[in-house]
């Protein structure tokens, strides 16, 4: 009597420890199935599109996206979008939800997010692949990886104003100080003539 129930805790055991990769790969599968390029808006490049494609069976209710510096958002008609911040590590993101269910992402049908970027005008808007999250009509939640997102600019180019006020500085000083030797020269130079 002790080992049917044994038995049976392996069997559940072995069957769970089975059925986990198959549950990962369909996450995996879902992911490949779902298409989002994220590129700024070529007219008016203070703003950002993301243009999902929905290629799995399951239809798409929701969007979310980190974000940098973005404070209008543009979601498509049938869809509402907010400005989230997180109170536990105060990232920042954008979510799409949809408002009303016929508005969802059906299977096959492509759809665009934007957002209006609010930094200063600049000629290159910096984008960095980010993960976005995919909410499904059953409840689950896909994320996709290496989506371009915009993002902050490195410290490099944050800083290069300062760094070419710097680099001015040390060239006025540097000119400064060949003018004082010459002077020096020139003057040591007419002294020792009779």
Do not use: H
């Not at 979510?95 to 290159?124: H, Y």
Request: net charge positive; aromatic share 6%; proline share 7%.
């Amino acid at each position: 009597m002790n080992r049917a129930p044994r038995r049976r805790i392996r069997m559940l055991l072995a069957a769970a420890l089975l059925l986990m990769p198959q549950a990962g790969a369909r996450a995996s599968d879902k992911a490949s199935e779902i298409e989002i390029v994220g590129t700024p808006v070529a007219e008016n490049p203070n703003y950002f599109r993301w243009t999902i494609t929905n290629k799995s069976r399951a239809s798409i209710v929701r969007f979310s996206a980190p974000r940098f510096m973005e404070e209008l958002v543009v979601p498509p008609d049938g869809w509402n979008g907010e400005i989230t911040k997180s109170a536990t590590d105060n990232s920042r993101g954008v979510q799409f939800t949809v408002a009303e269910s016929k508005a969802a992402i059906q299977p096959g049908q492509s759809l665009v997010f934007q957002i209006q970027d609010m930094r200063p005008m600049r000629t290159g808007r910096t984008k960095a692949p980010q993960n976005v999250v995919i909410g499904l009509l059953d409840g689950s939640e896909v994320t996709i990886p290496n989506v371009l997102c915009p993002a902050g600019e490195s410290p490099l180019v944050r800083n290069l104003n300062l760094i070419a006020l710097g680099a001015m500085f040390a060239i006025f000083l540097l000119v400064q100080a060949i003018r004082t030797r010459r002077r020096k020269a020139s003057a040591s130079g007419n002294s020792t003539i009779p």
